[in-house]
């Protein structure tokens, strides 16, 4: 089974697969935690594979009740509201209960404390685990049958090969085409960069 | 969806579903290594669900090159080889590689030091990331038209719903019929006690 884009052509790419990626937690901040946080706005260290998100050079810690987070990635730009994702896993060392949200839902989820290396800040919301989804070109999701908002079956041609049900398709011409587990559902299915993906129908 | 046994028959369950079990990371050790790590044999806990295996009172370390795993549970009884049973996201805080094998399975695995209250073990193999697998009894295994060494999918009827592809069956009257996930998994699939699973044919 091909397992990387190397080897197939980004026309074959487009019609049958989608690559995977895992997306270790990080968090998202307005321009005004950041501030609180680290003294300043954010600042890239490098692109993410979806168009205009980057890796910043600042890094939070992430305390919860029972245990905390240390060195957890910023994601930039800065967004209208600050939300951190985490993992199952993450939740248990934190000692809180989160439910399982796409980014940016987030209502009536519980907050959490972040530490930065100037201040700390103490959000009112926006603790969630990341709903499985597709980022999808609206070319790749016309080719695949899908469209934005659809729950489809995704089979992983990995090491530990399995099907997430209920995967959240997203499509967007600012987006590039790559579905994001977090490290839980990348464990689970044993992950590797450079995997495949592929949607099922029906 | 049901996702209780409570709810269901004894009868139903056995035809249509297995439940699920979330397996947290374990060792098992031979008399030798419990003397060496303790001082004395191991000392039943409390009964797990498949007949005749126990949690045991006595805790481990397990250490590797990067990192620990403190008061990791040993499961009795003794074995003819010490094996230590974890995930995939504590072989990354251990800073180990492992492979994903059957319980027993354990030629050509790395080996890992041991800490107990009295003494230290250096196993020389037996580290292993658990393979998925459903243990079954011969009435549940007939029942559900599979038999032992197959490879189905496990569809999980949980929170995250999936299915799991290559999942072992093992069939034996000494079984009691359920299905085992690592933590990896469980939080994978959003599992919770009573969660139920449904071998998907074809």
Redesign the interface.
Known sequence: MANSIDSLSGAIMERLFVELEASARHVHLTEADALALFGHKLTRKRDLSQPGQYLCEERVTVVGPKGSLSRVAVLGPERPESQVEI???DARVLGVEVS?RLSGDIRDTPGIRLWGDRGEVTLARGLVAAK?HIHMTPRAAQLQGVKHGDLV?LQCLT????????VAVRVSDKFATYAHLD???A????FRPGDLGRIVHG
């Open positions: 993992s199952l896993t399982v499985r079956r090491a530990r090969p399995l099907i997430f049900e209920d490290f839980d559902e464990n689970a299915c044993g």
